[in-house]
């Protein structure tokens, strides 16, 4: 019980600290796209690369599958969103990008996304290229050691990135965010507004 408290403390103290860091870069780098280029591989083992972050609003989330809740509640709710959105959303492409590569091999992350969402993608790929990629983006990501190795944690961002039609940086939806806000967000994101 203790532990899932901490947990949950932990996660709202990351949501805001990514919050403020990313409201911290929006206000000075207004209209430049978001990131550095990278050269990932989708769910599918197909390259992608910054470029399927133009031409469309994005929503990107970083995390991981074997996250035991932030990870599945938020793409859970972000494709809810987009259903309820239907129309008002059509343009915006959802991304799922591990800071877990070693075990979210491109097969295990299209297992996981099908199961989520159809609007959804999956990327991975070498993992020292997603790392370079995510700390690009602003993304707090750290390895918490378990019992075993492989019986780990990942302590992350837990804030989805909102790109406009040029890659720009133009907010987030936090964590536990107010359900209308958040289709609020992605409505004007859709609007390029």
Partial sequence: MMRSISVAILALMIAGIGWL??????????????????????????????????????ALFFGYTHCPEVCPTTLFELDAWLKKLGPQ???????????DPERDTPQVMNQY???VSKRITGISGDPAKVEAMAKSFGIYFRKIPGDTADDYTMDHTAS?????????????IAYGEDEKAAMAKLKRLEDGA
């Fill in 160 to 172: 989805v990135l909102l790109l406009d039609r040029n890659g720009a940086f133009v907010g987030t």
């Fill in 89 to 99: 959303a059509k343009d915006v492409k959802a991304y799922f990008i591990t800071i």
């Fill in 21 to 58: 860091t990313f409201d911290w870069y929006a206000q000075r780098h207004s209209g430049e796209a978001f990131g550095a280029p990278f050269a990932l591989v989708d769910q599918f083992d197909k390259p992608i690369t910054q470029s399927a972050f133009r031409g469309h609003p994005s």
């Fill in 113 to 115: 996304v099908s199961n």
